[in-house]
């Protein structure tokens, strides 16, 4: 006789089993009585859907991290859940469930163009056992150089004052202008900036 439970019994559940029985003749068994001790949780979360990748390149500098804390046993003690990136403390927004959560970290501040980021996230399920993983993904590097912006006077323009001034804006949509980089000449002389 096979008997299928509605429900899955408990990791480290002691589950009793009484079986009685009769003959056609209604003679009674004496009761069979016994009980076993079900498995518990032996394995601990495990990390999955990383955002950005292990290990992946050219990511952007403002990019958010989203990874996946899963247990198929008694679940995530969300209480456990920690976050470091770039080696500092992180807090995570964290939805779903003890099966399932969702962590997601915006981080104030972008990283640094080429910057190697450090993930480490650590949490135990509800029966202690842990995990800890450490990952890194690796940041754009800034290879766009800095362009020029509304030039006053105008390239090529004619019948400008003598005693025009020149103005000019320089940016650069990565890490920014090294201002001891910048060198102007006007009319062959180094000007002063």
């Known amino acids: 006789m096979l008997i299928n439970p509605n429900n899955d019994f408990n990791y480290g559940e002691t589950v ?17 009585s016994y009980s076993f001790v079900c498995s518990g949780d032996t394995t601990p979360p495990q990390i999955t859907d990383y955002y950005p990748a292990k290990g992946e390149h050219n990511i952007a500098t403002d990019t958010k991290i989203v990874l996946t804390l899963s247990d198929a046993g008694v679940g995530v003690d969300v209480d456990t859940i920690t976050m470091t990136v770039a080696g500092n403390p992180a807090t995570p927004v964290i939805t779903g469930n003890p099966a399932n959560y969702v962590l997601t970290f915006d981080p104030t501040d972008d990283f640094n163009y080429g910057q190697v980021v ?76």
């Open 118 to 193: 450090s993930v480490e996230v650590s949490a135990d399920d509800l029966d202690g056992n842990s995990t800890n993983e450490i990952y890194s993904f690796v940041c754009t590097a800034d290879t766009d150089t800095p362009y020029i912006n509304n030039c006053n006077p105008a390239p090529d323009a004619s019948g400008v004052a003598i005693d025009s001034d020149l103005y000019f804006e320089i940016l650069d949509s990565g890490s920014g202008v090294h201002l001891g980089t910048l060198n102007v000449s006007v009319g062959g002389v180094d000007a002063i900036v």
């Open 16 to 32: 009793n089993v009484i079986i009685n029985a009769a003959n056609n003749n209604l003679d009674v068994m004496p009761a069979l």
